[in-house]
């Protein structure tokens, strides 16, 4: 029996064209879209895309693993060839440095050397004393920022992740020496990978092309999670073909540390003003009151497309309780677990924000 996919499921499952744009709500079916998307452009009776030409791109290894496994389920129970191309950003960049002969095995620096490297760094200048070891961290997290937003220094170290222990122009001299030593060594951090990938693609138009024929069609997952450094790769491994589909919900951003920012999704519809854009709005998950409640939070966001969120399922309840201390929360919160039936514990979850606290109301509830 076949899903009843809404006009908006529908559109995204078999739009052609060039550049396209979904923004995906919470719960709106996404992967299961994808993944039909990706069937029908396999199996169409026009003009089928070869199944080596298309890539799928994720932000996490867990993404593309479960969209993946997703695609090869559906891909048992009908006539859909194996051998999509599934990678997060950082794995697709190494395989290309790699086969391209930029990067071996070994090229990558092992976290604990980074550390090391860095502890070094910092002793050079005198300024390991000042920083400690919290100094190795923060230097660490701004690195990988600064390479994330590409930016060789930073105007305003409050931001910058590292606890305002260094100055503008000390960031900028460590990043400088980290960078060069990573050089001299041959080395390349996780980093690295993307902003090597498109420099070798760059100077190499050959090699650049090689690429692009590869990849003709290109599925990029998450958009909404991705930095600079990797939208710049997807433009130019998908220009001059343009065949660019993003998915992403510029409400779930949370990869700021990392230099995402949603506002790269609506920067997407600038750079390629002829694209077309499908909003996928229906929530599956939750119960109709849930996701007003949860739509009237999320509209305070600054950086959105403009959405109202549709419940598929009526009903649900959303309860407020404040507390002057943990105690009285664990009293009410195990009070109320005890006045459930057996029946509506198997329905019910607790969510707690560390493992510590899960294993303090387990040992209430004994």
């Known amino acids: 029996m076949g899903i009843n996919w809404t006009r908006e499921q529908q559109q995204v499952i078999s739009l052609g064209g ?103 760094i910092l002793a050079n200048h005198g300024l390991f004393e000042k920083a400690g070891y919290d100094g190795v961290n923060g230097l660490e997290n701004l690195i990988s920022r600064m390479k994330n937003l590409e930016l060789e220094h930073l105007k305003n170290t409050a931001e910058s992740g590292c606890f305002a222990l260094f100055t503008d122009d000390e960031c900028a001299l460590l990043k400088r020496d980290y960078d060069r030593h990573l050089r001299e060594q041959g080395l390349i951090d996780f980093e690295d990978m993307i902003g090597e990938c498109i420099r070798l693609l760059s100077g190499s138009p050959g090699l650049l092309n090689k690429y692009r024929r590869l990849f003709r069609y290109i599925l990029a997952d998450e958009f909404q999670d991705i930095n600079p450094p990797q939208y710049k790769f997807l433009k130019l491994l998908a220009a001059p073909s343009d065949n660019l589909f993003v998915v992403g919900d510029d409400d779930q951003s949370i990869y700021g540390f990392r230099g995402a920012a949603p506002g790269i999704m609506s920067g997407f519809l600038k750079d390629f003003p002829k694209a077309e854009r499908i909003m996928l709005t229906e929530n599956y998950r939750c119960r ?32 407020f309780f404040c507390f002057d201390s943990r105690r009285e929360e664990e009293i009410k919160l195990t009070g109320e677990l005890a006045r459930l039936s057996r029946e509506q514990l198997c329905k019910t979850a607790v969510i707690l924000r560390t493992n510590a606290e899960i294993c303090q109301y387990a040992g209430l509830l004994k």
Do not use: W
Not at 57 to 68: Q, R, S
Not at 305 to 310: A, G, I, L, N, Q
């Open 18 to 120: 060039r550049n396209i744009l979904v923004s995906a709500a919470a719960g709106s079916g996404k992967t299961a879209v994808l993944v039909e998307r990706i069937i029908t452009m396999l199996t169409r009776p026009e003009h089928p895309v070869d199944v080596d030409r298309l890539l799928i791109v994720t932000f996490t290894d867990a993404a593309a693993a479960e969209m993946k496994e997703r695609y090869e389920k559906s891909r048992q129970s009908s006539d859909v060839p194996r051998g999509v191309h599934f990678g997060t950003f950082h794995s697709i960049c190494y395989n290309i440095l790699r086969q391209s002969g930029a990067a071996c095995a070994s090229s990558l620096i092992k976290e604990s050397d980074k550390r090391k490297l860095l502890q070094i």
């Open 288 to 319: 109709a009151e849930i996701v007003k409640l949860s739509g009237s939070v999320i509209a305070r966001n600054k950086e959105r497309f403009p959405k109202e969120f549709v419940p598929v399922k009526e009903g649900g309840k959303v309860l």
